[in-house]
T-cell receptor, first 113, second 111 residues
């Protein structure tokens, strides 16, 4: 089993739709989780951090399920500009100071007019 | 505010040539620094990380090396490039080992 797994998609949704991505992780000791957005040929940009059960920022909601070891990202009222690849990342050094992250392969979202 | 710079933005190098990519961070002190590679259509692979000057940890065996000569400078090098070294090289920094922020990246093509 990979340390961090995502459904690569692509997810093709119409504008205004609600879409959800899941990301599973294997290290039960992980304490911090992140969602990044990456546009084509650009660097990943931090979208949301998840330290406890969840986090909400406007149309975006991230949730953590420790029992089942997954995090999810929900996007409501999808916009054309939401089209991108969404990467989840998991801190695998819970006890140390390295801040090492393992990234999933990314989920591609295409929002259609 | 903090900013991170990488250069060059793009690079085309022949097989067997040396490599030096530079990353600098402004507006923070003693950050953790990271080098990643993203091959075409692939995820991010952590190559090296550093928690302080002169402290480098390697994640995968390869013909690349990293150095941190100053607190906010991180350099990725190779003596002889291979075709498989092609990819998108990203530098990132973090404070307190939490969120990581990426530089604009260097797109390397080895021919």
């Amino acid at each position: 089993r990979k340390e961090v797994e995502q459904d690569p998609g692509p997810f093709n949704v119409p504008e205004g739709a609600t879409v959800a991505f899941n990301c599973t992780y294997s290290n039960s000791a992980s304490q911090s989780f992140f969602w990044y957005r990456q546009d084509c040929r650009k660097e990943p940009k931090l979208l949301m951090s998840v330290y406890s059960s969840g986090n909400e920022d406007g149309r975006f909601t991230a949730q953590l399920n420790r029992a089942s070891q997954y995090i999810s990202l929900l996007i409501r009222d999808s916009k054309l500009s939401d089209s991108a690849t969404y990467l989840c990342a998991v801190n695998i050094d819970a006890a140390g100071n390295t801040g090492k992250l393992i990234f999933g392969q990314g989920t591609t979202l295409q929002v259609k007019p | 505010s903090q900013t991170i710079h990488q250069w060059p933005a793009t690079l085309v190098q022949p097989v067997g040539s040396p490599l030096s990519l530079e990353c600098t961070v402004e507006g923070t002190s003693n950050p953790n620094l990271y080098w990643y590679r993203q091959a075409a259509g692939r995820g991010l692979q952590l190559l090296f990380y550093s928690v302080g000057i002169g402290q480098i940890s390697s994640e995968v065996p390869q013909n690349l090396s990293a150095s941190r000569p100053q607190d906010r400078q991180f350099i990725l090098s190779s003596k002889k490039l291979l075709l498989s070294d092609s990819g998108f090289y990203l530098c990132a920094w973090s404070e307190d080992s939490y969120e990581q922020y990426f530089g604009p990246g260097t797109r390397l093509t080895v021919t």
